[in-house]
């Protein structure tokens, strides 16, 4: 049985920034989880804090290794998108933003 999107996100949340030290579902850089559970297909859009992360190779492997060892999955797939470009002031959970020194 594939996982749910939620079971997804879940399984992305260990992953961090390196830079940030901070989970990359709580800065906002999770876009779209999509399943496809007949097959086990799983397919994340993610984006990154810049264009230019020189990690980002490194986050998107470790993405796509929490994905992959889900039970169920029988294929991970991340992509990177950048539109639109990261804001942590609309994409970071209230945490980070605190963490950020964004207030609202």
């Known amino acids: 049985m594939a996982p749910t999107p939620g079971q997804v996100r879940e399984a992305l949340v260990p992953v961090v920034d390196p830079e940030l030290d901070l989970s990359i579902v ?3 850089l999770v876009r779209d989880v999509d399943v496809d559970a007949d097959a086990g297909h799983v397919h994340v859009a993610m984006t ?11 986050i998107v492997m470790a993405a796509e290794q ?3 060892g889900l039970p169920g999955v029988t294929s991970a797939r ?5 539109e ?4 942590p ?5 209230e945490d980070v933003k605190a963490l950020l020194g964004i207030w609202d």
Not at 52 to 58: I, N, T, W, Y
Not at 78 to 82: C, P, R, Y
Not at 84 to 87: L, S
């Open 26 to 28: 709580a800065l906002g």
């Open 48 to 58: 990154l804090t810049s264009p230019f992360c020189p990690l980002g190779p490194q």
């Open 66 to 68: 929490a994905v992959a």
């Open 78 to 82: 991340i992509d990177l998108v950048w």
């Open 84 to 87: 639109p470009p990261w804001d």
């Open 89 to 93: 002031r609309r994409d970071a959970d």
